[in-house]
Nanobody, 124 residues
Framework: QVQLVESGGGLVQAGDSLRLSCAASRTLGSYAMGWFRQAPGLEREFVAAISRNGASTNYADSVKCRFTISRVNVKNTMYLEMNNLKSEDTAVYFC??????????????????WGQGTQVTVSS
């Protein structure tokens, strides 16, 4: 089992940047990872995913070319670099982990472990 803690959220203006971090309680080398978000009144939605070895990534269309997911397994940390933020990016952001033997596989669903979330608010 792995515990995940997100950080880096905050209140920013439209066009600003933020970097979210997801710190794990154990080595992340055996996990595929992802970021999700949930805005008030809406369901949680997929944002980005990264494979266990970091070689493959995938993004929701709404964040493509603005957000970048990355990971540093030796630091047990995953990141989400968010640029050119928009008001519609306002949400609680969650990181998630899925144990897998497949080093290059991406997952949009079926994550097993979740963090508590960090609030990102973008004012227009």
């Amino acid at each position: 089992q792995v515990q995940l803690v997100e950080s880096g959220g905050g209140l920013v203006q439209a066009g600003d940047s933020l970097r979210l971090s997801c710190a794990a309680s154990r080595t992340l080398g055996s996990y595929a990872m992802g970021w999700f978000r949930q805005a008030p009144g809406l369901e949680r939605e997929f944002v980005a995913a990264i494979s266990r070895n970091g070689a493959s990534t995938n993004y929701a269309d709404s964040v493509k070319c603005r957000f970048t997911i990355s990971r540093v397994n030796v630091k047990n940390t995953m990141y989400l670099e968010m640029n050119n933020l928009k008001s519609e990016d306002t949400a609680v952001y969650f990181c998630a982990a899925k144990p897998t033997f497949a080093s290059g596989t991406l997952y949009v669903h079926e994550y097993d472990y979740w963090g508590q979330g960090t609030q990102v608010t973008v004012s227009s």
